[in-house]
């Protein structure tokens, strides 16, 4: 498969999760607001919260170094080896959830632990089972398969919330345990009636890349040939599970300390996470899918072990002209975003929450998210490709820094919301971030360093669209001072209409400057309609 067909098919398969992921947002939206209808705010606020956090860390320690270190396999690789290194997911996932349902239930207050126990067994076997289709899948880029079968399972699962909801709202958490459970179990059947439908019938267009000829390849095998597990692969999955551990700390540490430590009241916790939820929309709307996408595209054009200057000059090329756009692609959404978010965090809390959300602390707290954003839009992209590109051994050194990172952070989040109430959270989350994303900028320049290539120039912007962002944040904040938000709707209408043109102006700006950029999102819109022709 060519560079430029890798190219399009990674294109295409982040648009589909973006369209995903605002299908996802959306009736995740309608559907709180329906069942807040019919049940209590305190089951509420614990499926956000405590189920919501226990999902996310038994999957998130069960498979995310599997899908690091699986997906970044050669071309002419031994896929059986590596569906037996996937299928050690389901036994790691059972271990976890007993684990940390155990913690659940007796080192935390819960309100019913039959449910919490049941919800983190039940999800982690049912959605773990499908692992080793996923991987294939993803290894492939069947990018219609991951619409079809997360768009059903969602549309699925909201719909017997709902109907759960209105009909026996007496059951309280059972409700969302059973939906969730519902969710994975469509999620997996997916996978397995695509896959057996493909290798199944004897008529079936298989693709030429396909690494499996029967159903029954992707179970486990073993053969006294050789070895059941390719060991270069696990030991890498094994550097990238020590590294799991740290990055859930960093990705959802200012949970654990409120959960653990209850440095907030709850009234305090609900503010948090309901700003926390609105500013990390766009970096789970775009800044997410681009990550997932991009890393099964660096992956497969760079090899690991190699630097710059003994990978295939074609496909370093490529990967590092993507890099460079990506990045500066990153920069102005993230730029486009803080800019904005200063003048109009009031006004959206005030339309979404009232005054309870917009007379607090909940300006503040999503003005300073908005500058997280901006970071989060660079660690995103630099993320996807040093994980990528790293060796072992270099994977094994990060994540000492990921260690210190991550006490770094927890000692700093504690401290700092002594200080400054839930804003020190966003701080210290800020803080160890740019720490992060200077080390992986520090191993990209050594990555090209032997080379002619410069991929970190997507950081530089032009001082033209630099004074035109700055030009906006001072309009459009004088334009909160006098049209938000005690002044009415039709004051606020204004105040929009100016934040709109204020925003054509940095987009024309940034058409007129960034013209590489624009050229590789043509040839990428391009590449994409490619790949959809020979899928």
């Known amino acids: 498969m060519g560079s430029e067909e890798v190219l399009g098919q990674a294109a295409q398969l982040a648009s589909s999760s973006l369209l995903l992921q605002v299908l996802f947002r959306l009736i995740t939206f309608v559907l709180n607001a329906f069942i807040l209808r019919f049940l209590s705010k305190e089951i509420i606020d614990i499926v956000n919260v405590r189920l919501t956090l226990l999902y996310s ?69 049912v959605e773990l089972l499908g692992e080793p289709f996923w991987v294939l899948a993803q290894a492939h880029m069947f990018d219609k398969l991951k619409v079809l079968a997360e768009s059903l399972s969602v549309i699925l ?60 390849d992707l179970l486990p095998s073993l053969t006294r040939t050789r070895a059941s597990v390719n060991w270069k692969e696990a030991k890498l999955t094994w550097s990238f599970f020590k590294q799991s551990f740290l990055k859930q700390i960093l990705t959802e540490g200012e949970r654990y ?98 005054s309870m959300l917009s007379s607090g602390s909940g300006p503040v707290l999503l003005c300073c998210y908005c500058i997280y954003v901006l970071l989060l839009a660079i660690n995103g992209v630099t993320e996807c490709f040093t994980f990528a590109a790293m060796s072992k051994e270099e994977v094994d050194r990060y994540n000492f820094i990921m260690l210190a990172l991550s006490c770094s952070f927890l000692v700093l989040s504690y401290l700092l919301i002594r200080w400054c109430g839930s804003v020190g959270f966003i701080l ?24 002619a290539y410069r991929p970190l120039a997507g950081l530089r912007l032009s001082p033209l669209l630099l004074g035109g962002f700055a030009l906006s944040g001072r309009i459009t904040s004088v334009s909160e001072m006098f049209l938000c938000c005690e002044q009415g709707w039709p004051a606020r209408l204004v105040h929009v209409a100016v934040g709109a043109f204020c925003l054509a102006m940095t987009l024309g700006t940034a058409f007129l400057t960034e013209t590489r950029l624009i050229h590789l999102l043509r040839t990428q819109l391009g590449a994409s309609r490619l790949a959809n022709k020979l899928t």
């Open 157 to 216: 699962k909201s719909v017997l919330t709902a109907c759960l909801g209105l009909w026996l709202p007496h059951w309280g958490l059972h409700i969302f345990s059973l939906a969730q459970l519902f969710y994975t179990a469509v999620l997996v059947l997916c996978h397995v009636v695509y896959f057996t439908n493909l290798l199944g019938s004897p008529g079936s267009s298989k693709p030429q890349a396909l690494a499996v000829s029967r159903i029954t």
């Open 428 to 451: 210290a989350n800020c803080f160890n971030m740019g720490i992060g994303i200077t080390h992986r900028l520090g191993f990209i320049h050594c990555y090209y360093r032997g080379s």
């Open 57 to 125: 860390t038994i999957l998130f320690l069960a498979r995310e170094a599997f899908h690091r270190a699986c997906l970044s396999g050669g071309a002419h690789r031994d896929w059986s080896q590596t569906l037996n290194l996937l299928w050690l997911t389901v036994p790691l996932g059972v271990f976890w959830s007993l684990f940390l349902g155990w913690v659940g239930l007796h080192l935390l207050e819960a309100a019913d632990p039959d449910a919490i126990l049941h919800y983190g067994t039940g999800v982690a076997v």
């Open 257 to 354: 300390v409120m959960t653990f430590l209850n440095v907030l009241n709850f009234g305090d916790q609900d503010v948090y996470d309901i700003v926390n939820n609105l500013g990390s929309l766009v970096a789970r709307l775009i800044f997410q899918p681009i990550e997932e996408s991009f890393y099964i595209f660096f992956a497969k054009m760079l090899e690991r072990e190699k630097d710059a200057a003994r990978q295939k000059q074609e496909d370093i090329a490529v990967a590092a002209a993507v890099l460079e756009s990506l990045l500066k692609l990153a920069l102005l959404t993230g730029l486009t975003v803080t800019v904005s978010g200063f003048a109009y965090s009031q006004m959206a809390l005030d339309i979404y929450g009232g």
